[in-house]
């Protein structure tokens, strides 16, 4: 019986080893996509012919997105050409490590298994692949969520050990948390209710009590005059705009839930499954740990880091809807944590648990090559639409809709800039309710360029500019679009 139950073990881990390695080596196949809208403005604000001084005045401080990734690579473009294949080389390269370093930093009283379930989920998660190569702060903030994540479990381990940290590794906690707190907002939050439990933890054992205040508190102190530089620029913005400010307000609550968990999770079998697993295993750990559930950290931590991220994004709600599901992205690697100790609680108990892990591998597998992001090569359709605007047949000069772009003139400068050769004589001018009439006025009619096509935007425009498009606009990849427009007619005057 024995041999049988180690044979199925050890089938199991080699599917899962294939499965798992073929998802991590799928980050590295679609490093020559198009850059998405987002993407070009991470490249905007990286590139070293406009200088890191113009980035950080023009273009940095005048968003409210955190500066780290931007920083990092636009080191890296001092190294190598500003092309999508080296953009999403370095996003790539930052997402694998994410894989490495949770085997290398998982608390060393794990068994192996736990440890390859981890780095297994890790590994075969498809939005971490497909998101994975993304020119955004995505994989690094996976990445450093990870790291603290982990030393947090194993600064918890020493504690219930008695074993006080000793500095360096406290150092090491607090640095991958500062980095992190400048990565991504909410990974600024699941830091900061890491560094929370570590206390409680700290206190509860009488140990280490003074690092885990002390430093929380000086990464906190780092981190604010960010955040409420961040809070002035957002209680600035009119809530009830139809600006790009607040273009997710169009999503119903529950809708936008239920696209976060297919977003992270798959598809509605994988979710339906998920809900069963979790319900089962935490029946399981309860009943098997009863009051020493608390040291159980592997499952207390990530626990707390999902449920308090909730409720303070519930409370930030009230002001601004953050509910969207990207990013929900640095909060992944503390689910996958605790379905990791989970699998292998139940694993432990009825080995036939086991084969949960290549299923949802499988499961991942499908549903990644279903996405736009892999099957469509020019995502956004910007490259294709300056390919037109500058070929022998385009027109001479282009009208921009900026209105709802969303980020820093400078910054739409040299994202538009990006895809129009030096010698091309296109001349490219903002949409304004000044010049509008540029658009029909001319003979042929200048075009006018939006970059984030949607019918909401393009109602807006209308009425904004006083213009009605000339029939269907033309459209480049899933959101760009080229279209004519004529005067709107004036309104009729009440008698």
Not at 48 to 72: C, E, H, R, T
Not at 406 to 422: C, N, Q, R, T
Request: glycine fraction near 6%; charged fraction near 10%; hydrophobic fraction near 55%.
């Amino acid at each position: 019986m024995k041999k049988i139950s180690n044979i199925f073990i050890l089938t199991v881990i080699l599917a899962s080893s294939l499965m798992g390695g073929y998802m991590f080596v799928c980050r590295f196949l679609h490093l020559t996509n198009g850059f998405q809208y987002d993407e070009l403005y991470s490249v905007a604000t990286a590139t070293p012919a406009v200088g890191l001084a113009s980035i950080w005045k023009d273009m940095l401080l005048q968003d409210i997105n955190l500066p780290l990734f931007n920083i990092l690579f636009y080191g890296w473009n001092l190294l190598f050409p500003i092309t999508p294949f080296y953009a999403h080389l370095f996003s790539a390269l930052l997402g694998a490590l994410a894989v490495l370093v949770a085997i290398k930093l998982a608390p060393k009283s794990w068994p192996k298994l736990q440890v390859f379930i981890l780095a297994a989920l890790m590994s075969g998660n498809f939005i971490l692949v497909a998101y994975g190569t993304n020119v955004r702060s995505y994989s690094l903030s996976v990445l450093l969520a990870t790291c603290f994540t982990l030393l947090a479990l194993r600064l918890i381990e020493q504690i219930q050990q008695y074993h006080c940290p000793n500095w360096k590794n406290w150092l090491v906690f607090f640095v991958a948390g500062f980095l992190g707190a400048y990565s991504h907002y909410f990974c600024a939050a699941v830091f900061f209710i890491a560094a929370l439990v570590v206390f409680l933890y700290a206190c509860f054992y009488r140990c280490g009590r003074a690092w885990s205040f002390w430093g929380t508190a000086v990464v906190f102190a780092l981190w604010l005059p960010w955040a409420l530089f961040a809070l002035g620029v957002m209680g600035g913005a009119d809530p009830t705009a139809s600006g790009a400010t607040d273009w997710w307000y169009h999503t119903p609550f529950m809708l936008a839930t239920w696209g976060i968990f297919i977003f992270l999770f798959g598809p509605s079998w994988i979710l339906y499954g998920l809900v069963i697993f979790f319900t089962t295993a935490g029946v399981s750990a309860i009943s098997t740990f009863k009051w020493k559930l608390f040291k159980q950290a592997e499952i207390i931590l990530p626990l707390a880091q999902v449920v308090l991220l909730c409720a303070v994004l519930a409370l930030v709600g009230m002001r601004f809807n953050l509910w969207m599901d990207r990013y929900f992205l640095p909060l992944l690697p503390s689910m996958l944590i605790l379905l990791a100790s989970l699998l292998y609680h139940l694993q432990s108990r009825h080995k036939i648990f086991l084969v949960l892990l290549p299923i949802l591998l499988f499961g991942w597998i499908q549903f990644y090559w279903n996405m736009d992001y892999v099957r469509a090569r020019e995502y956004t359709g910007l490259q294709e639409a300056f390919d037109y605007l500058t070929g022998p047949q385009g027109p001479q000069q282009v009208l921009v809709e900026r209105q709802n772009v969303g980020y820093p003139s400078k910054a739409l400068d040299v994202m538009l800039a990006y895809y129009v050769p030096k010698d091309s004589p296109l001349k490219i001018m903002t949409l304004s309710p000044e010049n509008a009439s540029m658009a029909w006025e001319s003979s042929p009619k200048i075009p006018i360029l939006m970059m984030l096509c949607s019918q909401v935007h393009l109602i807006y425009t209308s009425i904004e500019m006083r213009l009605e498009e000339d029939g269907r606009p033309r459209v480049f990849g899933t959101d760009t679009c080229l279209f004519t427009a004529h005067a709107m007619p004036p309104r009729n005057k009440k008698k």
